[in-house]
């Protein structure tokens, strides 16, 4: 069975991807931006501790990304039967997956056994240097780095926009 033997819509996936990004993101700075106003103190709180360690933020979406490629069919063994990657690889691929496609992509995190570690290696080989002593701590990943600095400049301007509503009153 081919896909043009099913009665398949077009739907333009770039243009539903933008929509659902921007609308989630919308709705996200609304709720933060609520919240984070009325409770300056927690969210910046908050924030300085996902600065301090940015694995209490990506510890739970690594593992929400891996459930998700479970529940799509990605396992250990291999894409699983009558799974939505195994329709997806059928209608779209048949038995040929290109090399670097985001479907290869997803067969291999679905199929090794610790992915972050070696993804958090590669990352860390391909953005620092190779430094001449090596008893110096290691910096982190370059995704832990980035939340790190992002949540701490967060608080400072949640902190910030406190302080001038506070210079701000009568």
């Known amino acids: 069975m081919s896909q043009q033997d099913l009665d398949l819509p077009d739907i333009e996936w770039p243009e539903l991807w933008n929509t659902m990004h921007a609308s989630s993101l919308y709705a ?19 924030l300085i501790l996902i600065s301090a360690n940015p694995e209490l933020l990506l ?22 039967k009558d799974s939505l990657a195994s329709q997806y690889q059928s209608h779209l691929y048949g038995g040929y997956v290109p090399r670097d496609s985001t479907f290869a992509r997803f067969q291999s995190y679905g199929a090794a056994d610790n992915y972050d570690a070696d993804m958090e290696e590669a990352l860390r080989l ?22 790190s600095w992002l949540s701490g400049i967060g608080a400072v301007f949640v902190l910030g926009r406190r302080c001038i509503s506070d210079l701000m009153r009568p």
């Not at 510890?59 to 894409?79: D, E, K």
């Not at 391909?126 to 939340?147: K, Y």
């Open 28 to 46: 996200l700075t609304k709720a933060n931006t609520s919240w984070s106003t009325r409770h300056p103190y927690v969210a910046a709180g908050a």
């Open 126 to 147: 391909a953005s620092v240097e190779e430094h001449e002593n090596r008893d110096q701590p290691e910096t982190g990943s370059i995704l832990g780095v980035g939340v």
């Open 59 to 80: 510890t739970p979406l690594r593992l929400a990304g891996r459930f998700t490629l479970y529940i799509f069919g990605f396992r250990r063994q291999g894409v699983a």
